[in-house]
């Protein structure tokens, strides 16, 4: 019950605050990736695969919710294209034992048969594959949403799903059975409306979900934790936020919380709030056009990373899914952007100094 009240407590405060001041400022893309093959409203989400050598190696796993996925390397080239089904949302967790193995898990949201697909990356080929494992029907309107955590309590992983109609999330606990990856539901519960974009903190235990037409929504992320949550931020009345409400992400930092970010879709902005700071409103960013990437608009997923992936990417890198590809027209395609360009624009502690300008 204590820490029902101060979680409620975070909720009013980030409502409540005076934002007035709050900046709205523009960014750019470093980089934009290769189209998706599909026409129409294809691309959709992304996962940040770090190399476990050389991060300058890591590679992009995005979705082309009519074919499946696509492997990006950080120039924006594609890699790998597989055929899997409407593959909505992709979200990944590394140290899964199986057979003996850690591996990275790869998990997908499958609409064509409302399932789970589940697969792993080769760091030599960096070339995805996929694994042995029983259909995992999640048995919800609609597989939509999907993401991932690991549970620094039990060690244990699992994979939460969302759906549209009336917003029911399913928690499911993958396991290594004798070789081929076993799952079990555990939980699941309604929040009230379509629900798509979500993410989880892995070291505070705390899932985070978008409900499309109200808000960013903040839960347990344990199987015990039933329903319980907050409102972090809404939209129309004191929120910062306008429909729809998209991705979610999180940037850790080494000595605090970091940010939650959310896609803004209805304004095509990206919310940015301070986790350490009771997720007060920092403010928000466009991303705008260069000579490389068109501006970015109406964005459904996101991922963001902490880690420096070299010099373009000196504090991380967020990835956005781009509604309209344009210059030259083409399908949709995602966005890359430095973090380090986004603590400057907001002014962010321990934002670098500008460095030698790169080419556009």
């Not at 101060?6 to 009013?12: A, D, H, I, K, T």
């Not at 980089?31 to 050598?53: F, K, M, Q, R």
């Not at 839960?219 to 991705?247: F, Q, T, V």
């Amino acid at each position: 019950m204590f820490a029902l009240v101060g979680l409620l407590g975070v909720s009013r405060y980030a409502l409540n605050q005076d934002t007035a001041d709050a900046p709205i400022r523009e960014v750019r893309a470093v980089v934009e990736t290769e189209p998706v093959l599909s026409s129409g409203d294809a691309a959709d989400d992304a996962a940040i695969w770090i190399h476990p050598n050389d991060p300058a190696q890591s590679v992009i796993v995005a979705t082309d919710k009519d074919r499946g996925l696509v492997i990006y390397d950080l120039t924006g080239a594609a890699l790998q294209h597989l055929w899997l089904g409407e593959i909505n949302n992709v979200d990944l967790r590394y140290g899964f034992p199986l057979g003996g193995e850690r591996i990275a898990l790869i998990a997908g949201s499958n609409r064509t048969d409302n399932s789970i697909m589940l697969l792993t990356l080769d760091p030599a080929t960096r070339r995805l594959r996929r694994l042995p494992a029983a259909p995992i029907n999640v048995h919800l309107a609609d597989a939509y949403g999907l993401c991932m955590y690991r549970s620094l309590r039990s060690e244990r992983f699992y994979v939460f799903v969302t759906s549209t109609g009336a917003g029911e999330v399913a928690q499911w606990e993958l396991f290594d059975n004798s070789g081929r990856v076993g799952a079990r539901r555990v939980r699941s519960f309604t929040v009230g409306s379509d629900v798509e974009g979500c993410v989880v903190d892995d070291q505070r235990a705390i899932l985070y979900l978008s409900e499309e037409a109200r808000g960013i929504w903040r839960y347990g992320a344990e199987p015990s934790d039933g329903d319980a949550r907050i409102l972090i931020d809404e939209i129309g009345g004191k929120g910062h936020l306008k429909a729809d409400l998209e991705g979610v992400a999180l940037y850790p930092e080494k000595d605090g919380p970091g940010y939650l970010i959310a896609s803004n879709q209805g304004q095509s902005e990206f919310a940015v709030y301070d986790r350490a700071n009771n997720y007060a409103y920092v403010g928000s960013i466009t991303i705008t056009g260069r000579a490389s990437a068109d501006p970015v608009t109406m964005t459904d997923g996101i991922d963001l990373t902490h880690i420096n992936l070299g010099p373009a990417f000196p504090k991380g890198m967020l990835i956005v899914q781009d509604h309209q590809n344009t210059h030259p027209a083409a399908n949709q395609n995602f966005k890359l952007v430095s973090w380090a360009d986004v603590m400057r624009a907001l002014e962010l502690p321990g934002a670098p100094a500008i460095g030698p300008a790169r080419s556009s």
